[in-house]
């Protein structure tokens, strides 16, 4: 089962014990919680099998969704994403800001910033890569965590950025040592470009929430640059 659908599980668990705990007081049948346990674990067991967990996953997403901060979060995070490719010369597909968005897209997960990868995707699959382009994506994809943690003093995504860094440094074969050193690193030169080009970032966040296309938000960026 995948971790969005044991998140889920959580929660419901939660709940119920809390409906069972105020169930007397509520004159709430014992019957309804055990029959909503069962429900909810045969939905996420189904979800994890059937929808790879993309069901748990917009469900979540829906509830945090309702967090003003969170929303703030994500497109300052994306935002950073954005920003810091346009700077680099990646090439930059689209954009969602939420896991309904990505769905409707066809992208799995949350959703995300999405680039024209095909060439590292190439060099990726002979196990060799350039330094520039290495150092580059690695930079891009530390950006929207420097972005969460210039503009939040602290960063609550980009587990899966860090993953990506860390996968395709596993499959280059650098060693486990190696990680730390380049997630440092690259936050360090992400966060850097971020602050000497922090009136684009701003203009391209308020450009992002309006869900500007990607066009006019590089037509944006290019007045600015």
Known sequence: MSKTNLNLVAISIFLITLSVLLGPFLNLSPTVPAIATFAILGIATFDSFSFQGKGGTLFLDWIAGFSSEHRDRIVHHEAGHFLV???LGIPITGYTLSAWEA??????GQGGVTFDDGELASQL???KIS???????????MAGIAAETLVFNNAEGGSDDKNKLIGVLTVLGFSESVYQQKLRFHALQA????????SSYQALVNAMRQRTSVEDCHAELGVRS
């Not at 769905?103 to 799995?108: D, I, R, V």
């Open 85 to 87: 490719a346009y700077l």
């Open 103 to 108: 769905w409707k897209q066809g992208q799995p």
């Open 125 to 127: 699959e002979v196990g």
């Open 131 to 141: 330094a520039p382009m290495l150092d580059r994506y690695c930079t891009v994809w």
């Open 191 to 198: 966060k850097t470009l971020l602050q000497e080009n922090w």
